[in-house]
Nanobody, 122 residues
Framework: QVVLVESGGGLVQAGDSLRLSCVASGRTFSRNRMGWWRQAPGKEREFVAS?????YYADSVKGRFAISRDNIKNTVYLQMNSLKPEDTAVYYC??????????????????WGQGTQVTVSS
């Protein structure tokens, strides 16, 4: 069982930065693939970034966002720079203990947090 709690969302202006945090339970955190996803109203949940032994990013955020992790703190981060209004969404943290699937497929992740709202104004 893995429990994920996100924080760090808020209301910012275009061009600003935010850092999201996700604290995970469990002693096997370092062996989990961790992912960040987002979902805007009326749209499907979309992949943002993942991290295991390497990182992957959606084309829409590559060069602006950076995913990282601290295995001692059981925390994964998403640093978001140069935010755009189209980044507005609820951002979700997810964990994949098995690391057997494809990073950009939601079915690969067994555990999900409750989400944190990110709103970017023009």
């Amino acid at each position: 069982q893995v429990v994920l709690v996100e924080s760090g969302g808020g209301l910012v202006q275009a061009g600003d930065s935010l850092r999201l945090s996700c604290v995970a339970s469990g002693r096997t955190f370092s062996r989990n693939r961790m992912g960040w996803w987002r979902q805007a109203p009326g749209k499907e949940r979309e992949f943002v970034a993942s991290i295991s032994w390497k990182t992957y990013y959606a084309d829409s955020v590559k060069g602006r966002f950076a995913i990282s992790r601290d295995n001692i703190k059981n925390t994964v981060y998403l640093q978001m720079n140069s935010l755009k209004p189209e980044d507005t969404a609820v951002y979700y943290c997810a964990a994949d203990p098995a690391q057997s699937g494809i990073s950009s497929h939601p079915e690969s992740y067994a555990y999900w947090g409750q989400g944190t709202q990110v709103t970017v104004s023009s």
